[in-house]
T-cell receptor, first 110, second 113 residues
Framework: KNEVEQSPQNLTAQEGEFITINCSYSVGISALHWLQQHPGGGIVSLFMLSSGKKKHGRLIATINIQEKHSSLHITASHPRDSAVYIC????????????FGEGTQLTVNP | NAGVTQTPKFRILKIGQSMTLQCTQDMNHNYMYWYRQDPGMGLKLIYYSVGAGITDKGEVPNGYNVSRSTTEDFPLRLELAAPSQTSVYFCATMGQSNTGELFFGEGSRLTVL
């Protein structure tokens, strides 16, 4: 079992739908990152969370430390949101190393 | 402010050749990382550094070497390239160990034939 697991692995949505991607982790963490990777492209940091909730435009990220769970929500999804979304955890015991989930491939159809 | 700069973006190597992937950052970040990403797979940590003069192995260090003589530069050396090293390589930085945002380079696509 991976220390950081994402679900679903693949997600297809229609434009305008509300999307949720989940990330569960089994280790103590000091921070949780959400990253976005477009096909053939680089990796961009969307959020870094240690507690609570953050919002940026149509993207919202939440984290529940007690349940060891984080979610990334996309409201009013658009085809340009199609990308791989990756969660990564900075472990408490190794503050400089990150553990990555396998990623969620999101496709938003017009 | 360039952020994280990786070169080259693309390279084809023959088996047994060596090369260096360059990574430079201008954010004065202490933490730097090299990852590889194989097709359809997640990121695997090759090496990382918590500051100038300090490096450590990640999950998949075999066949690679790094150095960190300055805060800005963290080159990754491939010795005796093998087809198994065909991958996309990403350099990343983080300002602080547990509260910093991650910044990635654009990636270097390496093919070993």
């Amino acid at each position: 079992k991976n220390e950081v697991e994402q679900s679903p692995q693949n997600l297809t949505a229609q434009e305008g739908e509300f999307i949720t991607i989940n990330c569960s982790y089994s280790v103590g963490i000091s921070a949780l990152h959400w990253l976005q990777q477009h096909p053939g492209g680089g990796i961009v940091s969307l959020f870094m969370l240690s507690s609570g909730k953050k919002k940026h435009g149509r993207l919202i990220a939440t984290i529940n430390i007690q349940e060891k769970h984080s979610s990334l929500h996309i409201t009013a999804s658009h085809p340009r949101d199609s990308a791989v979304y990756i969660c990564a955890a900075t472990q408490e015991t190794s503050g400089s190393r990150l553990t990555f989930g396998e990623g969620t491939q999101l496709t938003v159809n017009p | 402010n360039a952020g994280v700069t990786q070169t080259p973006k693309f390279r084809i190597l023959k088996i047994g050749q060596s090369m260096t992937l360059q990574c430079t950052q201008d954010m004065n970040h202490n933490y730097m990382y090299w990852y590889r990403q194989d097709p359809g797979m997640g990121l695997k940590l090759i090496y990382y550094s918590v500051g100038a003069g300090i490096t450590d192995k990640g999950e998949v260090p075999n066949g690679y070497n790094v150095s960190r003589s300055t805060t800005e530069d963290f080159p990754l050396r491939l010795e005796l390239a093998a087809p198994s090293q065909t991958s996309v390589y990403f350099c990343a930085t983080m300002g602080q160990s547990n509260t910093g945002e991650l910044f990635f380079g654009e990636g270097s696509r390496l093919t070993v034939l």
